[in-house]
Structures are given as structure tokens and as C-alpha cells.
């Protein structure tokens, strides 16, 4: 049986792909591989290098003929004069405490965001939402207020949104502090580190008053006792801050006795602090004490105390 000119030709430059096969496999084995693998003793195998490669690579050739061996070729030559050389990078640090991100702010979601309340009032379901998201996407310790606000919206799904993370978030609270006022009273007599913590923690739910007036009126009684403990330690170590956090809680339940015991406190241990005036003007107009009110603020006008703009106003109107 006689074999045309095209099939003479397939069958010959099937064999030659056959034989450059089998001579680049028994090569790259008994050769390239080992010679390599001396020189890199001690050192981990390169995979390019290794029997295998040369054998998965003798079996791409048989099954593709000619262009296997090509793309063979062509990629060594390419190794060989355009990515040999070895890139410097010395200079380069990949460590992430080197990195800082740019993020372009997104103008037209800024423009379009307004406040809860606004939202609520114009009965904006779509800014509403939005504005909802907004808030749980950031730290929600110092919104729970107006996440609160949605609460009465019209709009069912912002407000059955607005329960659930407000449930989640007051539930993870109470827990905090029952733990926390657990461990208070395992603490040595020498340390306040759970004082400061709880009094911390607390005051920055309180204050946006998002519980019921029993659950409001409990917790701050706690407040109370957790800055007594405290107060009973080593009352130094208690901030200007801390002070008037706890004066203005005990205020907003009419607890007026214990919240002037602790405006007292505050002025005996920070007299040159704008706190030590504003809690007691605070205290004195909402009990209608004019006289201790006056008195205060004549305290404050000889003083030396930077005021702020909120106290400088109020003290434009009473004089």
C-alpha cells in the first residue's frame, strides 16, 4: 500500500517530533537534572529543573506535536534573553505598617446623605435607608440614638432594621457591664481598672438615653456606685471628665442630691477646669437655685478658665 506525498510528510514529522522528544526526555533526565541537582545541594528543588518537569513536558510534546516543542523553545529563548536578568529589589518594602491607602471619597453618596431625623420627617424611605446603613457601617456606639429615631419611622423596614441592631447592640452592653461589674468586685483593693473601663463604657450609651426611664434609672444608679468604688480607691486617678459624666447622668434622673455630692467632688479636685462651673450651673438652673447659680457664674466671670462658645453665650445672656 503506497502512501501519498501528504501522508509520507505526516508520518515523518511525526517520528522526528517522536525522536526530539525522546532525546530532549533522556537529556533533561540523565543529564540536565542531576547536574543541576548537584550544584544546588542542600537547597530546595527548583521544580523547572526536576525529572518530573522534563516528563510531563515529553508527554505535552508527543501528544502536541510540533507545536509543543515550539512553545518549548520559544519560551527557553525568551528565558534566555529577556527575563534572566535578576530585578533589584532592595529598595522595594512590602510591609504593611509602610502602606497607606488613598480611598477617594464618594461625592455623590456625601451629597446625598442627610440626618435620620430629616429623613423621618419628610417620610423619606430611600434617604432613610440610606442614612440607616450609613450609620451601621461606622461605629455605632455614639449613634444608638438615631438609630433609635428610626424606630418610629413610617417605613416598616427601616424601623424592623432599626430594632434589631438596636436590640443586638443593648443587649451586647448589658452583658458587657454585668461582666465587667463582676470583675469589679474581684479586683484587688489597688487597682481600678474596671472602675475606669465601666465608667468609660457606660456613660457613652447613657448619655444618648435610648433605654427605658426604670432601665435608664438602674443603670446609672450602677454609674453611681462603680464611681463611689472608685472615688473610695483613689479619687486622683478619677478624670475632670469622668467627673462630670457621672453629674450630668445622675442629673438627667433627678438624682440632684448625689449629682451636687459629685459636682462638690469635681470642684475640690479640678477648680481650674471649665467642668467644675458648667455641671454646677447646670445643676443650679435646673433645680431654680438662683442665688448658687449666680454665685457660680460669677465664679466662672474671675476665673481664669478658657470657656467654650457654648458657655460664653450662656454667659452673655445671664449678665
Not at 508520518?11 to 542531576?34: D, K, Q
Not at 452583658?175 to 479586683?187: H, I, S, T
Request: hydrophobic share 40%; net charge negative.
Amino acid at each position: 500500500m503506497t502512501l501519498t506525498y501528504e501522508e509520507e510528510l505526516f508520518r515523518s514529522v511525526l517520528i522526528i517530533n517522536l525522536v526530539a522528544a525522546v532525546l530532549y526526555l533522556l537529556i533533561g533526565t540523565l543529564v540536565v537534572a542531576p547536574v543541576r541537582a548537584r550544584r544546588r545541594e542542600g537547597e530546595e528543588e527548583i521544580l523547572r529543573d526536576n525529572r518530573r518537569a522534563y516528563v510531563l513536558r515529553f508527554l505535552v510534546m508527543v501528544l502536541c506535536p510540533v507545536v509543543g516543542p515550539l512553545f518549548f523553545f520559544v519560551s527557553h529563548l525568551l528565558y534566555l534573553t529577556v527575563f534572566r536578568f535578576q530585578v533589584d529589589l532592595d529598595d522595594v518594602v512590602f510591609g504593611k505598617e509602610r502602606v497607606r491607602t488613598q480611598q477617594k471619597a464618594d461625592e455623590n453618596r456625601e451629597r446625598n446623605v442627610i440626618p435620620v431625623e430629616e429623613a423621618i420627617a419628610v417620610n423619606d424611605k430611600k434617604s432613610l435607608r440610606m442614612a440607616m446603613m450609613n450609620i451601621i457601617k461606622g461605629e455605632m456606639e455614639d449613634s444608638l440614638a438615631s438609630i433609635a429615631l428610626a424606630l418610629d419611622a413610617e417605613d416598616s423596614e427601616s424601623a424592623h432594621y432599626a430594632a434589631a441592631v438596636l436590640s443586638s447592640k443593648l443587649n451586647e452592653f448589658r452583658m458587657d457591664v454585668q461582666k465587667l461589674y463582676g470583675c469589679l468586685k474581684e479586683e484587688p483593693e489597688d487597682q481600678t481598672e474596671c472602675e475606669e473601663q465601666l465608667l468609660n463604657q457606660m456613660n457613652s450609651v447613657l448619655r444618648q438615653n435610648v433605654f427605658t426611664k426604670m432601665e435608664q434609672n438602674r443603670f446609672v444608679k450602677m454609674m453611681d456606685q462603680v464611681a463611689e468604688t472608685f472615688y473610695a480607691k483613689d479619687p486622683w486617678k478619677i478624670t475632670d471628665e469622668q467627673y462630670e459624666s457621672v453629674c450630668l447622668r445622675l442629673m438627667e434622673i433627678n438624682d440632684f442630691e448625689n449629682s451636687g455630692k459629685w459636682c462638690q467632688r469635681l470642684r475640690e479636685q479640678y477648680p481650674d477646669r471649665l467642668a467644675a462651673y458648667t455641671c454646677r450651673l447646670k445643676l443650679y438652673f435646673t433645680t431654680r437655685d438662683r442665688e448658687a447659680f449666680f454665685g457660680a457664674l460669677e465664679e466662672l466671670k474671675r476665673s481664669d478658665v478658657v470657656i467654650n462658645s457654648e458657655t460664653l453665650d450662656m454667659i452673655r445672656i445671664f449678665s
